[in-house]
T-cell receptor
Framework: RKEVEQDPGPFNVPEGATVAFNCTYS??????FFWYRQDCRKEPKLLMS???SGNEDGRFTAQLNRASQYISLLIRDSKLSDSATYLC???????????FGRGTSLIVHP | ETGVTQTPRHLVMGMTNKKSLKCEQH?????MYWYKQSAKKPLELMFV???????ENNSVPSRFSPECPNSSHLFLHLHTLQPEDSALYLC????????????????????FGPGTRLTVL
């Protein structure tokens, strides 16, 4: 099992839709979790950290499920500008070297 | 502006050339990274420097040679590369240094530079 797994997609959704991505991780001792966004031919940028209690930032909600070892990202009221690749990042326990997933591609169409 | 700059942004080189990639961070961070991103593959961590010391070398071929002269600058020296080394090379920095014995450092977010798109002919 890969350390961090994501469905590469693409997820094709209309504007205004709600879409959710999951990311599973194999190391149960993982300590920190993040979602990054990467636009085409650009560098990754932090979207949000994922806390045990879950966190919300506007239309974006991130959740952590330690028992099932996955994190999720929910995007409500999708905008065209949300089209990007969403990277899941997990920090394994005992190290702060982050492990990236291969990313999930989202395409929001009119 | 992310506070991390990389030069050059694009580089085309032959297999016998020697070139260097440069990264500079203006954020006062203590750790810097080199990543390789190839098409349809996840980011591959190449090197990590903490407080100017290399703490991780992820089995990278010796044709890639990193250098970290100070906490703000990171170089990646390239020589005798192969066409399969063509990729986007990303530099990143973060506030905290890596885990050290007896002390866990809570990971902070990484700030990425714009990358160098490398083509090896």
């Amino acid at each position: 099992r890969k350390e961090v797994e994501q469905d590469p997609g693409p997820f094709n959704v209309p504007e205004g839709a709600t879409v959710a991505f999951n990311c599973t991780y194999s190391n149960s001792a993982s300590q920190s979790f993040f979602w990054y966004r990467q636009d085409c031919r650009k560098e990754p940028k932090l979207l949000m950290s994922v806390y045990s209690s879950g966190n919300e930032d506007g239309r974006f909600t991130a959740q952590l499920n330690r028992a099932s070892q996955y994190i999720s990202l929910l995007i409500r009221d999708s905008k065209l500008s949300d089209s990007a690749t969403y990277l899941c990042v997990v920090n394994p326990g005992g190290s702060y070297i982050p492990t990236f997933g291969r990313g999930t591609s989202l395409i929001v169409h009119p | 502006e992310t506070g991390v700059t990389q030069t050059p942004r694009h580089l085309v080189m032959g297999m016998t050339n020697k070139k260097s990639l440069k990264c500079e961070q203006h954020l006062g961070h203590n750790a810097m990274y080199w990543y390789k991103q190839s098409a349809k593959k996840p980011l591959e961590l190449m090197f990590v420097y903490s407080l100017e010391e290399r703490v991780e070398n992820n089995s990278v071929p010796s044709r890639f040679s990193p250098e970290c002269p100070n906490s703000s600058h990171l170089f990646l020296h390239l020589h005798t590369l192969q066409p399969e080394d063509s990729a986007l090379y990303l530099c990143a920095s973060s506030q905290d240094p890596p885990f050290t014995s007896g002390r866990f450092s809570r990971v902070n977010e990484q700030f990425f530079g714009p990358g160098t798109r490398l083509t090896v002919l």
